[in-house]
T-cell receptor, first 111, second 112 residues
């Protein structure tokens, strides 16, 4: 079955540590997106990519980095520069303007 | 003013009633509109999309679009407790980036 897979489901980060969230899709979608969701704040766009080897900053890119070396993969690194990383992270993909398909999310907690 | 606005709720309806969720948008150039359902702790799932003025029905769900008044609505007929979730409205403004503009969501509670 086609879909979009995020891993891990839960992730714990120590202070000063970089962590990488995985996002893989087998839907043959061109575009991929990373969102952060905090309670009461809706979905906020971190980064997005429309084609391989190209990506753009979203509204809250500071403290995050991405790569798009393969069409299927769009990993997100939460760096130590992100001072408040505890949140629910959602990866999505799309082929056209027919809406996004979301992964199941990664819940990141700072310990 | 946010680009896509929704009442945060909670909207509470009895089981079997019609739930009406509303969304307004500010950019008249917005072309396509989407309703997503998000259960607590889960990711959003697409339930309806609408591109032209009028109504679009899919099972118990009806999406309505009025571009002149810049609003989109979602009606849920015969509401069930399993419909209790947050409903997110999103608008596509056009252009090459395919970015969606999201509302903050409306929380719906269907009471047995």
């Amino acid at each position: 079955d086609g879909g979009i897979t995020q891993s891990p489901k839960y992730l714990f980060r120590k202070e000063g540590q970089n962590v990488t969230l995985s996002c893989e899709q087998n839907l043959n979608h061109d575009a991929m997106y990373w969102y952060r969701q905090d309670p009461g704040q809706g979905l906020r766009l971190i980064y997005y990519s429309q084609i391989v080897n190209d990506f753009q900053k979203g509204d809250i890119a500071e403290g995050y980095s991405v790569s798009r070396e393969k069409k299927e993969s769009f990993p997100l690194t939460v760096t130590s520069a992100q001072k408040n990383p505890t949140a629910f992270y959602l990866c999505a993909s799309s082929l056209s303007i027919n809406g996004y398909t979301f992964g199941s999310g990664t819940r990141l907690t700072v310990v | 003013q946010k680009e896509v606005e929704q009442n945060s709720g909670p909207l509470s309806v009895p089981e079997g009633a019609i739930a009406s969720l509303n969304c307004t948008y500010s950019d008249r150039g917005s072309q396509s509109f989407f309703w997503y359902r998000q259960y607590s702790g889960k990711s959003p799932e697409l339930i309806m999309s609408i591109y032209s003025n009028g109504d679009k029905e899919d099972g118990r769900f009806t999406a309505q679009l009025n571009k002149a008044s810049q609003y989109v609505s979602l009606l849920i007929r015969d509401s069930q407790p399993s419909d209790s979730a947050t409903y997110l409205c999103a608008a596509y403004k056009g252009g090459n980036n395919r970015k969606l503009i999201w509302g903050l969501g409306t929380s719906l509670a269907v009471n047995p």
